[in-house]
């Protein structure tokens, strides 16, 4: 038997039953396995009214699903879908096994999973890795859609976190027709978000909110999961114990208010990754856990939506740029923007506000970053203690950083210097393929977020062998 099968702990992860009520939308899903059989009832609600088209409900409430194929023998769709869609979702589903394999079953993070299920050396290969996964649906229905949204309209997925924040700011400034799009998981999740969905609706138009329990579905899914071990998987971590599969969930959820509102354009806060650390795992290719962060990603989707007659393009304004670069251009060019941030997934009220916990990996990273940037930690809810306890607790933690962006942080926090062969950090980097910065992006935003950048960084840099140089 190959692993694969043996982690197929599931006979079927189903969907039907879906309703299509004024404004919202609702599935229910069965997990199956001998004997037994659970439900759940997946729900989105659009409290803007936006009714969600029957062509289009049953991929947003697949979407969630596919974070734990990897663990069914079945996906099964109980609903009319196109050729399109079935091909879609039978990439997405081998692409996100391979992941949830390489990245939670074979490099760990966390030890979420038994021991006893665990891959052995001879298990570790690409058929296991791409899993076994059956997608059945019913693929009757060919209708396209006809949408072409306005290129002075955009949306942008946001939150607190700081390059969402950075993206709204620059589309923003472009004069662009902005639309705010924020997912309001039903748990402590959305208190991420809350500080910038409460300022967005004071001071912006066109500031949208859909509301969803699939939170809530992923845990119900692990609750049954028995090669979990419960005791680390349902205690505190700064990462999931499986789920990998975040961004369509969102971006399928907002068609319905993306459509409704004549944008082109869903943004997604993608900042750069250094492609040097993402090499294949013992011959496996996969994407460090970062698929619906890549490019890659990007123009799959885009081609996918536009395969339907969906004129929506998903891409990235900030591909190019560090984390610690999106952190200066929010600090000392979108200020109010930035005193939103909440980049931690444990935030907690405290003195009538959300806070950052300030001990996660994420927390450890964005201080290093503001204090790098010559900002304050203080405005975004840090405390002094989160601050003096910075540097011991960046030195005992497994940070989830670059390794170039990592050291060029701490020299410049803690050793009050800049490290000079690390200078492609503060930079502008061309992705493979292109000759010109950001030359993905679309010609009629191009120049203007070139405009902005460059004003935060130093030169252009390119990929040669194993080393960064500067070309401008």
């Given amino acids: 038997m190959y692993y694969a099968q043996r982690l197929q702990v599931f006979d079927d992860l189903s969907l039907s039953d879906i309703a299509i009520e004024r404004n919202r939308l609702k599935g229910r899903v069965t997990l199956s396995s001998p004997g037994e059989s659970h439900n759940f009832t997946i729900e989105f609600y659009y409290p803007g009214g936006e009714r969600v088209d029957e062509r289009l409900a049953p991929l947003i409430l697949t979407m969630p699903l596919i974070n734990f194929t990897y663990f069914t023998k079945r996906l099964t769709v109980n609903a009319p879908i196109s050729p399109s869609d079935r091909e879609a979702i039978g990439n997405l589903v081998r692409i996100n096994n391979r992941e949830v394999f390489v990245n939670r079953l074979c490099i760990r993070r966390y030890e979420f999973i038994k021991k006893d299920f665990l891959p052995g050396d001879a298990d570790i290969t690409e058929e296991n890795a791409d899993g076994m996964t059956e997608v059945v649906a019913d693929v009757t ?30 589309m923003k400034e472009l004069g662009l027709r902005t639309h705010a799009l924020f997912f309001n998981e039903s748990g402590g999740h959305w208190r991420t978000a809350l500080p910038a969905y409460r300022f967005y609706q004071r001071n912006f138009q066109d500031v949208h909110r859909v509301w969803s329990n699939v939170d809530r579905f992923y845990w119900w899914f692990l609750r049954r999961l028995r090669i ?92 190019p740029i560090s984390g610690s670069v999106v952190e200066k251009i929010l600090i000392h060019r979108y200020h109010d923007l930035y005193r939103l941030q909440r980049s931690c997934h444990s935030c907690h009220y405290e003195n009538g ?15 290093l970053f503001i204090l790098s940037s010559g900002g304050d930690p203080r405005e975004i809810g840090y405390g002094d203690e989160d601050i003096g306890d910075l540097e011991s607790r960046v030195r005992s933690t497994r940070m989830r950083l670059d390794p170039d962006e990592l050291e060029y942080a701490v020299s410049s926090v803690f050793h009050g210097r800049r490290e000079e062969g690390l200078s492609h950090v503060d930079g502008i980097h061309l992705l493979d393929g292109e000759e010109e910065p950001f030359s993905y992006v679309d010609s009629a935003y191009r120049e203007s977020i070139y405009r902005i950048v460059k004003q935060y960084t130093d030169g252009v840099y390119r990929l040669s062998g194993q080393s960064w140089e500067r070309v401008s």
């Avoid at 971006?251 to 319905?256: C, K, Q, V």
């Avoid at 950052?356 to 201080?367: A, I, Y």
């Fill in 141 to 170: 229905r060919e209708e396209r859609f006809d949408y072409a949204g306005k290129k002075d309209t955009v949306s942008v997925l946001s939150s607190g976190g700081k390059e969402s924040l950075l993206t709204y700011g620059i």
């Fill in 228 to 319: 979990l071990d419960e005791k680390v998987a349902f205690s505190w971590a700064d990462s999931y114990p499986i789920q990998l599969f975040t961004f369509p969930v969102y971006i399928m959820a907002f068609l319905p208010v993306v459509m409704a509102n004549s944008a082109s354009s869903i943004l997604i806060g993608d900042e750069f990754d250094d492609p040097r650390g993402m090499e294949p795992y013992r011959g496996i290719s996969h994407f460090h856990e970062i698929f619906d962060q890549t490019k890659f990603f990007n123009d799959m989707f885009t081609s996918y939506l536009r395969s339907k007659g969906i004129g929506v393009s998903i891409w990235s304004a900030l591909h």
């Fill in 353 to 367: 506000d959300y806070v950052p916990c300030g001990r996660c990996s994420k927390c450890l990273g964005v201080m």
